[in-house]
């Protein structure tokens, strides 16, 4: 126990045009969970590549288990007992729960593949662990948070002692953490080694041991978590202090701007009925699968509903389509950046126009490349977006910078209503209090902020007033300066009886 | 009765059953209602031909199969079973044995499955390029190997003794009843749905299918799987080529022509999908049976070429229409989140 069973010294790696790692190093011992921290962009991810082979190092040495390792291969580090959880998840969505946790060292019976092995190991695997999952069950039909656990468990079935937890609760929900903490405690007790890398910095006091610090692709320093504080990391990851981690600005109350009621579409919106006023931020609180996404996407128009009335500045609205509710003046700005809120094989000045063509275009439909230009440059300036020029891929820019061409796109039309879904997924600290300034501007400047999070310190910081939902109902609404998180939780859980009588 | 219901929900529960049993089901219907029209439909003649013509569909679309699980495609597929034909057939008529001849050929085939392979898996280029490119160069070479010509007849080269053994037993003699060509693409069939559902490469071809970087991530080498299923399709489509070579009796430089296509149309009426990761080759069997069903019966009942094109293109698309409605539902609405406990 308490042995260096990882070394990593001088470890460099470089993109095409990009230095990712400059001279980092980086140890784990047995039996603890140090914390890899460190902003978008500061290499954290890259450099746990390296160690379990997805990428191999330009320079510098790596000893696993005080054995020198040259460049690894996902397959070579698996056998040498580092397994790693990415960041995305990483299933075939085809294939079954075993399948899964065999696919690459499947188990063999004569000629033909060994499937109830595989299946009786996957269960035991999942057994300890205390997931509720049949192996024979196809991924694909499982929420994402389980997947995740079926993630976990692929790792353990290698028999990692080494293993890596890229954002591994970005997805769950806070029953779902409580048990990867346990697992993970579990694990520890074990003798093996777990690399955390998370944004949630308050989840880190209930798990880590120590903490390594990066910025900017270099190593910055490492320290026991006792011997720290929340403050102290966060000075040191952005290079400076944050004052708020949530600004608030106080506006008058202004009139009302949307008013949704009893919106009916699907299993997960029943009966939702709710207004935005002017000057105020809304947040949605709930557990996931509450429907709040489901209930945004609805208004959108992108999926279709089954009843309900929407007004907007006391007008009747219909909506059948986002391009109704986008001429109306109700924005979204999605959950999945990557998937519904950008085309990221396009350029950031590609993506802003694509809303807008229908400002930028003459009559004979050719864009204007001024007022592209123009329109681009202004959404560029005002969110502060960091990129050389607009004709950057979208897909090339961090997890901050993406979502703010997100909102960019749609803050140059006159909006009334902003969703947004969350908005704070998988981005840094820093990235974070923008985007939270960004909602502030828009509430100052009397646009209706609807703000689904499931975050429960950032709707309680940033948002007015609370929307909770559970199972697609709205379960209570709430004050964000008079409530508590217990209160919150309580409205979550609220489900329905569904046994008549007990 | 419920150890049966148990049995059946067993089966059900393989992926892409429901398509294929689907197939099956549409198969009947359609043989049915053609034999209702044209009673000779239903003669033991008629059933063996059609036995027979099936057979290649059957080859091409196990080959076909192979890559749209992996989520690409082989357009090269209808220029190697030319190439396959010209090359032994021109090599027969030169005098070299036939089991030589046929293993030349086979060589260049497998060549073309090796550097589809290669292009696709190591270079990742889009397959529809990669193999459309194969597919240029593989049909020149059938132009190229006996001069822009079609061949004599192979008894000029072999002698009649060889050339009738090797007519009969890849198209016109019979076993048990049934012709060879049947038995061959029956066993070759089974070989390969062995090699796809029992074994780790068919394991690795459906995971490259449904999720390439997830696959590589766990150690599964996507250049050799790839190139694997482009030797499958290669070795189908050679052996498609004996039997047209065999058929005619000579080689003929067009032979084969679009039948990756139809090795497509097998495959996505017996429910694979043409998006890679789920698909039987019990579907593709349906589907090579469904092709060729409605070609002999709209044949038997008199209908034009022109009609028969039509009915098969209008059922390759309802197959696969049919298939999204019933997993979106209609209007291509998002399947319901699953509920969390």
Same mark, same amino acid.
């Given at each position: 126990m308490n042995e260096i069973i990882v070394s990593m010294q001088g470890i460099s790696k470089s993109f095409p045009g990009v230095k990712?790692?400059?001279n980092v190093q980086f140890e784990l011992r047995s039996g603890e969970v140090m914390a890899l921290l460190g902003e978008n962009g500061a290499g954290k991810s890259t450099l746990m590549k390296i160690l379990s082979g997805v990428y191999t190092r330009d320079g510098g040495t790596m000893e696993i288990f005080g054995k020198s390792y040259g460049d690894l291969t996902p397959k070579l580090a698996q056998q040498v007992g580092v397994a790693i959880i990415h960041q995305e998840l990483n299933m075939c969505?085809?294939?079954t729960v075993a399948e899964n946790m065999f696919l690459g060292r499947e188990k063999y019976k004569g000629f033909m593949l060994d499937n109830a092995a595989m299946e009786a190991e996957a269960a035991r695997v999942l057994g300890e662990l205390k997931i509720d999952i049949?192996?024979?069950? /196809? /991924? &694909?039909?499982?929420p994402v948070s389980k997947q995740q656990m079926v993630e976990i468990a692929k790792a353990l079935s290698t028999n990692a002692r080494v293993l890596i937890m890229d954002?591994?609760?970005?997805?769950?929900?806070s029953r779902e953490i409580d048990d990867l903490f346990r697992i993970i405690r579990q694990l520890r007790a074990e003798g093996c080694g777990i690399v955390y890398i998370s944004h949630?910095?308050?989840?880190? $006091?209930?798990? %880590?041991?120590r903490v390594t610090i990066m910025r900017d692709g270099q190593y910055i320093t490492r320290m026991n978590f006792a011997d720290t504080n929340l403050d102290e990391i966060i000075a040191y990851m952005v290079g400076?202090?944050?004052?708020?981690k949530f600004p608030r600005v106080t506006c008058e109350k202004g009139k009302k701007v949307l008013e949704v009621r009893h919106l009916n579409a699907?299993?997960? %919106?029943?009966?939702v009925s709710f207004d935005l006023y002017e000057g105020e931020i809304v947040g949605f609180a709930g557990?996931? &699968?509450?429907g709040r996404t489901e209930t945004t996407r609805a208004i959108f128009g992108v999926d279709p509903k089954e009843g309900g009335e929407i007004v907007l500045d006391g007008k009747n609205v219909v909506i059948n389509g986002p391009q109704d509710a986008i001429r109306a003046g109700i924005v979204l700005a999605p959950e999945d950046r990557k998937k519904d809120g950008l085309?990221?094989?396009?350029?950031i000045r590609h993506n802003i126009a694509l809303p807008n063509l229908d400002l930028l275009c003459n009559c004979l439909g050719v864009v204007s490349r001024q007022k592209e230009d123009a329109m681009c440059d202004r959404a560029v300036e005002n969110l502060k977006?960091?990129?050389?020029? /607009?004709? /950057?891929? $979208? &897909?090339?820019?961090?997890g901050g910078n993406q979502q703010k061409v997100v909102v960019g796109k749609w803050l140059a039309r006159d909006s009334r209503v902003v969703i947004f879904d969350e908005?704070?997924? &998988?981005?840094d600290v820093a990235a974070k209090v923008e985007i939270y300034n960004l909602m502030n501007q828009l509430k100052q400047q009397g646009i209706a902020v609807m703000f689904v999070s499931s975050e429960m310190p950032e709707v309680m910081g940033i948002a007015d007033r609370i929307v909770v939902m559970c199972d697609g109902r709205i379960t209570g609404e709430v004050m964000a300066k008079e409530t508590t998180q217990n209160e919150i939780l309580t409205l979550a859980t609220r489900f329905e009886n569904k046994f008549a009588n007990g | 009765m419920n150890k049966k219901t148990s049995k059946w929900k067993q089966l059900m529960a393989i992926r892409g059953m429901g398509a294929a049993l689907t197939a099956f089901v549409g198969l009947i219907i359609i043989y049915v209602a053609f034999g209702l029209i044209k009673?000779?439909?239903?003669s033991t003649r008629n059933m063996l031909n059609l036995l027979r013509s099936m057979s290649k569909y059957l080859l091409i679309g196990v080959g076909q199969s192979y890559l749209l699980i992996t989520g690409n495609i082989d357009l090269s597929i209808g220029s190697v079973v030319a190439m396959s034909a010209m090359t032994s057939a021109t090599l027969m008529c030169a005098g070299v044995p036939v089991p030589v001849a046929l293993l030349v050929a086979l060589a260049c085939c497998l060549l073309v499955g090796v550097i589809n392979g290669i292009l696709?898996?190591?270079?990742?280029?889009?397959p529809f390029i990669a193999t459309m490119g194969t597919m240029f160069v593989a049909r020149g070479v059938a132009y190229m190997v006996n001069n822009n010509r079609n061949t004599n007849a192979i008894s000029s080269g072999i002698g009649k003794e060889a050339a009738d053994s090797f007519q009969n037993f890849f198209y016109y003699g019979s076993t048990l009843g049934v012709y060879n060509t049947f038995w061959i693409a029956l066993i070759i069939f089974l070989v390969f749905f062995f090699l796809l559902s029992k074994t780790r490469t068919g394991r690795h071809i459906y995971a490259i299918g449904s999720n390439a970087d997830a696959a590589k991530l766990s150690g599964v080498s996507v250049v050799a799987t790839v190139t694997k299923a482009y030797l499958v399709s290669a070795f189908c489509a050679c052996v498609v080529g004996f039997i047209l070579c065999a058929q005619a009796g000579m080689g003929n430089?067009?032979?084969?022509?679009v039948y990756e296509m139809y090795g497509v149309a097998a495959g996505v009426i017996g429910?694979?999908?043409?998006?890679?990761g789920t698909g039987l080759l019990l579907g593709t069997f349906a589907g090579a049976a469904v092709w060729q069903t409605l070609e002999n019966g709209l044949s038997m009942i008199g209908a034009p070429v022109g009609i028969q094109r039509i009915v098969i293109g209008i059922i390759v698309v309802a197959a696969v229409l049919l298939d999204i409605v019933f997993r979106r539902?209609?209007?291509?609405r998002k399947a319901p989140a699953k509920k969390e406990k």
């Amino acid at each position: 126990m308490n042995e260096i069973i990882v070394s990593m010294q001088g470890i460099s790696k470089s993109f095409p045009g990009v230095k990712a790692l400059d001279n980092v190093q980086f140890e784990l011992r047995s039996g603890e969970v140090m914390a890899l921290l460190g902003e978008n962009g500061a290499g954290k991810s890259t450099l746990m590549k390296i160690l379990s082979g997805v990428y191999t190092r330009d320079g510098g040495t790596m000893e696993i288990f005080g054995k020198s390792y040259g460049d690894l291969t996902p397959k070579l580090a698996q056998q040498v007992g580092v397994a790693i959880i990415h960041q995305e998840l990483n299933m075939c969505r085809h294939l079954t729960v075993a399948e899964n946790m065999f696919l690459g060292r499947e188990k063999y019976k004569g000629f033909m593949l060994d499937n109830a092995a595989m299946e009786a190991e996957a269960a035991r695997v999942l057994g300890e662990l205390k997931i509720d999952i049949d192996p024979r069950q /196809v /991924v &694909g039909d499982l929420p994402v948070s389980k997947q995740q656990m079926v993630e976990i468990a692929k790792a353990l079935s290698t028999n990692a002692r080494v293993l890596i937890m890229d954002e591994p609760t970005s997805a769950l929900t806070s029953r779902e953490i409580d048990d990867l903490f346990r697992i993970i405690r579990q694990l520890r007790a074990e003798g093996c080694g777990i690399v955390y890398i998370s944004h949630r910095l308050e989840e880190l $006091a209930h798990i %880590v041991d120590r903490v390594t610090i990066m910025r900017d692709g270099q190593y910055i320093t490492r320290m026991n978590f006792a011997d720290t504080n929340l403050d102290e990391i966060i000075a040191y990851m952005v290079g400076r202090e944050i004052k708020e981690k949530f600004p608030r600005v106080t506006c008058e109350k202004g009139k009302k701007v949307l008013e949704v009621r009893h919106l009916n579409a699907g299993r997960m %919106v029943r009966d939702v009925s709710f207004d935005l006023y002017e000057g105020e931020i809304v947040g949605f609180a709930g557990l996931m &699968g509450a429907g709040r996404t489901e209930t945004t996407r609805a208004i959108f128009g992108v999926d279709p509903k089954e009843g309900g009335e929407i007004v907007l500045d006391g007008k009747n609205v219909v909506i059948n389509g986002p391009q109704d509710a986008i001429r109306a003046g109700i924005v979204l700005a999605p959950e999945d950046r990557k998937k519904d809120g950008l085309c990221t094989k396009l350029s950031i000045r590609h993506n802003i126009a694509l809303p807008n063509l229908d400002l930028l275009c003459n009559c004979l439909g050719v864009v204007s490349r001024q007022k592209e230009d123009a329109m681009c440059d202004r959404a560029v300036e005002n969110l502060k977006i960091k990129t050389p020029d /607009v004709d /950057v891929d $979208a &897909g090339n820019l961090s997890g901050g910078n993406q979502q703010k061409v997100v909102v960019g796109k749609w803050l140059a039309r006159d909006s009334r209503v902003v969703i947004f879904d969350e908005p704070t997924r &998988g981005i840094d600290v820093a990235a974070k209090v923008e985007i939270y300034n960004l909602m502030n501007q828009l509430k100052q400047q009397g646009i209706a902020v609807m703000f689904v999070s499931s975050e429960m310190p950032e709707v309680m910081g940033i948002a007015d007033r609370i929307v909770v939902m559970c199972d697609g109902r709205i379960t209570g609404e709430v004050m964000a300066k008079e409530t508590t998180q217990n209160e919150i939780l309580t409205l979550a859980t609220r489900f329905e009886n569904k046994f008549a009588n007990g | 009765m419920n150890k049966k219901t148990s049995k059946w929900k067993q089966l059900m529960a393989i992926r892409g059953m429901g398509a294929a049993l689907t197939a099956f089901v549409g198969l009947i219907i359609i043989y049915v209602a053609f034999g209702l029209i044209k009673p000779q439909v239903f003669s033991t003649r008629n059933m063996l031909n059609l036995l027979r013509s099936m057979s290649k569909y059957l080859l091409i679309g196990v080959g076909q199969s192979y890559l749209l699980i992996t989520g690409n495609i082989d357009l090269s597929i209808g220029s190697v079973v030319a190439m396959s034909a010209m090359t032994s057939a021109t090599l027969m008529c030169a005098g070299v044995p036939v089991p030589v001849a046929l293993l030349v050929a086979l060589a260049c085939c497998l060549l073309v499955g090796v550097i589809n392979g290669i292009l696709v898996g190591k270079f990742q280029l889009p397959p529809f390029i990669a193999t459309m490119g194969t597919m240029f160069v593989a049909r020149g070479v059938a132009y190229m190997v006996n001069n822009n010509r079609n061949t004599n007849a192979i008894s000029s080269g072999i002698g009649k003794e060889a050339a009738d053994s090797f007519q009969n037993f890849f198209y016109y003699g019979s076993t048990l009843g049934v012709y060879n060509t049947f038995w061959i693409a029956l066993i070759i069939f089974l070989v390969f749905f062995f090699l796809l559902s029992k074994t780790r490469t068919g394991r690795h071809i459906y995971a490259i299918g449904s999720n390439a970087d997830a696959a590589k991530l766990s150690g599964v080498s996507v250049v050799a799987t790839v190139t694997k299923a482009y030797l499958v399709s290669a070795f189908c489509a050679c052996v498609v080529g004996f039997i047209l070579c065999a058929q005619a009796g000579m080689g003929n430089m067009e032979a084969g022509n679009v039948y990756e296509m139809y090795g497509v149309a097998a495959g996505v009426i017996g429910g694979v999908s043409p998006l890679g990761g789920t698909g039987l080759l019990l579907g593709t069997f349906a589907g090579a049976a469904v092709w060729q069903t409605l070609e002999n019966g709209l044949s038997m009942i008199g209908a034009p070429v022109g009609i028969q094109r039509i009915v098969i293109g209008i059922i390759v698309v309802a197959a696969v229409l049919l298939d999204i409605v019933f997993r979106r539902g209609i209007g291509g609405r998002k399947a319901p989140a699953k509920k969390e406990k």
